[in-house]
């Protein structure tokens, strides 16, 4: 299937918000997903609203300023490790919007108001709440028609079989008056669209106050987990602490963004999101890096042995049922797209780790035994890595 996820999109001419951090984790995180189930994914970046300024300032000004943010804004996706297939914009439908407004009205869903603009009635019975505005009085277009126009033009260029969008839940009626708006022009594909609302997250705030930059949080993480590392003695053998503090920053914040459903308001806090027991993101990684040092340490040479029937033991068992069931889980966070069984899932793969790694002993034992448990955490390594990669983490090796 073809799908398109519409994510992060932020206003150029405005300050970047804790809602398009939101975006762009849980866009990432639906277009990894579904690019792992096999999908053809497309990820877009609709920039908001630098159009106005275009025709505020002078042309070379302003062209330079979009780069400048362009060049920014794809710099911090690198460090997120997120990525777009394509940069579009509020700005590039502006003609198309012209387009929209004349095929509404040569469908006769146009009305022009005692006011100048122009409104469709999404309900067709004149049900004043699904009156949807769609010029201004002056001709200019609406972030509705906008959105229309490059809901066609998307249609158009991927011809997709799914549309996702990933908005604040805001937004909601928005995108329904969009799709609607579709549906009555006679596009059958809008029941292909479809939104994903999430919920509002209070009080993030860095050291500088409140968030306004996707920087300022990527740099406050960073700055907070080094305090953090600080106390553990290994840091100072780590190649790069800043790299591994801001990777392992990130995951408490994916972590903590995607625990609950996605749409339920949350009220942020550092102290939770760092706490260094229970269930965060600092403890996945902690369990990714400390099997990664099993394996090194032991070395190859044991993996040779490889002997299942070795593995009888109640932790290895529910080890192995636990593996069984990752395709089920994927399955379960594709279809209502919500990131939280993936993530109480590697929750409980490292919680099964851990006791595993205590009782399980691998130096002392016969080798067919050790080969086996050895084999057994390096399952568990890997699919704990690639779950974290699908929500959008970069496993670590140290920390
Ligand atoms: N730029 C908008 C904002 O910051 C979000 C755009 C969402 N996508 C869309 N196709 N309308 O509120």
Redesign the pocket.
């Known amino acids: 299937m073809k799908i398109v996820v519409?994510f992060s999109?932020?206003?150029v001419a405005k300050k970047f918000h804790v809602g398009?951090l939101r975006s762009t984790i849980i866009g990432n995180f639906i277009a990894n997903l579904k690019e792992a189930l096999g999908h053809q994914v497309t990820r877009i970046n609709?920039l908001?609203d630098w159009g106005m300024q275009f025709g505020l300032l002078g042309t070379g000004f302003q062209l330079f300023g979009y780069e400048e943010k362009l060049q920014s804004l794809q710099h911090l996706f690198e460090r997120l490790g997120i990525y777009f297939d394509e940069y579009s914009g509020e700005s590039f439908y502006r003609e198309k919007s012209q387009e929209v407004l004349k095929l509404l009205d040569s469908k006769g869903l146009l009305q022009k108001t005692i006011k100048g603009t122009a409104v469709v009635d999404l309900s067709g019975n004149g049900d004043p709440s699904s009156i949807c505005t769609v010029m201004r009085s002056d001709g200019t277009s609406l972030y509705t028609t906008r959105?229309v126009a490059?809901a066609i033009d998307q249609m158009d260029k991927y011809n997709f079989d799914t549309m996702i969008?990933v908005?604040d839940k805001g937004q909601k009626k928005h995108f329904q008056q969009v799709f609607q708006m579709l549906k009555i022009m006679g596009y059958d594909w809008a029941e292909r669209c479809q939104h994903v609302p999430f919920g509002v997250v209070q009080g993030m705030k860095t050291r500088r106050g409140d968030v306004t930059f996707l920087e300022d949080v990527l740099n406050e993480i960073r700055l907070r987990m080094l305090q953090n590392m600080a106390s553990i003695k290994t840091t100072n053998e780590l190649e790069n602490p800043q790299e591994t503090a801001e990777r392992v920053g990130l995951a408490a914040l994916i972590i903590q963004d995607f625990r609950g459903l996605l749409l339920s308001d949350y009220q942020f806090s550092w102290d939770r999101v760092f706490q260094s027991r229970g269930d965060t993101g600092v403890f996945l990684q902690y369990t990714h890096a400390r099997l990664h040092s099993l394996e090194e340490t032991l070395g190859c040479g044991y993996l040779n042995n490889l002997n299942t029937g070795c593995l009888q033991e109640p932790q290895s068992i529910s080890i192995l049922q636990h593996l069984l069931r990752f395709d089920e889980v994927l399955f379960r966070s594709s279809q209502d797209l919500q990131p939280r069984h993936i993530v109480s899932y590697l929750l409980t793969l490292s919680h099964l780790a851990a006791v595993a790694h205590k009782t399980l002993q691998i130096k002392d034992s016969p080798p067919d035994v050790a080969g086996a448990r050895l084999h057994l955490f390096k399952a568990v390594r890997s699919v704990l890595a690639h779950g974290m990669k699908l929500l959008g983490i970069i496993p670590v090796y140290r920390m």
Request: charged residues 20%; without cysteine; negative net charge.
């Open positions: 519409e999109s932020p206003n398009h609709y908001g959105d490059a969008y908005t």
